[in-house]
């Protein structure tokens, strides 16, 4: 089945510092592939997506590009902010059917001033 | 637009009991989704409701069930309660339009407790 493996948290960077968090899938087919983030205290929200290969999503200074050939959607940012400290889950949709998202593990980033 | 809505916040029951979850789904969306989050995992897919229809289900046992009303609002109900059903359950909900993909709306999830 289809499946999703994140970078192991959790992540603690200076303000400013740039950020990678790690997200390789297992799939058939052509998933879209997204990026949600959870706040303290809050649901999540989509941060970013991508539907197709060698496609980049980008939000609020995040970027992640939908690599096929190394079944990865890396998670950057150039200069991260103390407000940027929260819970990151990768994630992948079929394209079919119930359209179910399939999550990582999450990784909790935390950014010290 | 109100967003997803989920009740009640939080929930404590005892082993053994049923309890019931609630969500409005965002206007305008009538397909709602259910999922199980416990504690530092990422959510794990129960089922989704598409006009008042079951539309997939993950890998919970038959004691997990739903409803979707006419105004698309949904329920969980979960029978027969374990410990390890203790979780953040989030609700989303969805265009189900014929959109390469519909985006879900997350709520702020109901956390249960059972004891």
């Known amino acids: 089945g289809n499946s999703v493996t994140q970078m192991e948290g959790p992540v603690t960077l200076s303000e400013e510092a740039f950020l990678t968090i790690n997200c390789t899938y297992t799939?058939?087919?052509?998933?879209?592939l997204f990026w949600y983030v959870q706040y303290p205290g809050e649901g999540l929200q989509l941060l970013l997506k991508?539907?197709?290969?060698?496609d980049k999503g980008s939000n609020k200074g995040f970027e992640a590009t939908y690599r096929k050939e190394t079944t990865s959607f890396h998670l950057e940012k150039g200069s991260v902010q103390v407000s940027d400290s929260a819970v990151y889950f990768c994630a992948l949709s079929d394209r079919v059917g119930a359209q179910k998202l399939v999550f990582g593990q999450g990784t909790r980033l935390t950014i010290n001033p | 637009e109100t967003g997803v809505t989920q009740s009640p916040t939080h929930l404590i029951k005892t082993r053994g009991q049923q309890v019931t979850l609630r969500c409005s789904s965002q206007s305008g969306h009538n397909t709602v989704s259910w999922y199980q989050q416990a504690l530092g995992q990422g959510p794990q897919f129960i089922f989704q409701?598409?006009?008042?229809?079951?539309?997939g289900r993950g890998n919970f046992p038959p004691r997990f069930s739903g409803l979707q009303f006419p105004n698309y609002s949904s329920e969980l109900n979960v029978n027969a309660l374990e410990l390890d059903d203790s979780a953040l359950y989030l609700c989303?909900?969805?265009?189900?339009?014929?959109?390469?993909?519909?985006?879900?709306?997350f709520g702020p999830g109901t956390r249960l407790t059972v004891l």
């Open positions: 989303a909900s969805s265009g189900g339009g014929a959109a390469l993909y519909n985006e879900q709306f």
């Open positions: 991508a539907t197709k290969a060698d």
């Open positions: 409701y598409y006009r008042e229809e079951e539309n």
């Open positions: 799939a058939t087919g052509y998933p879209s």
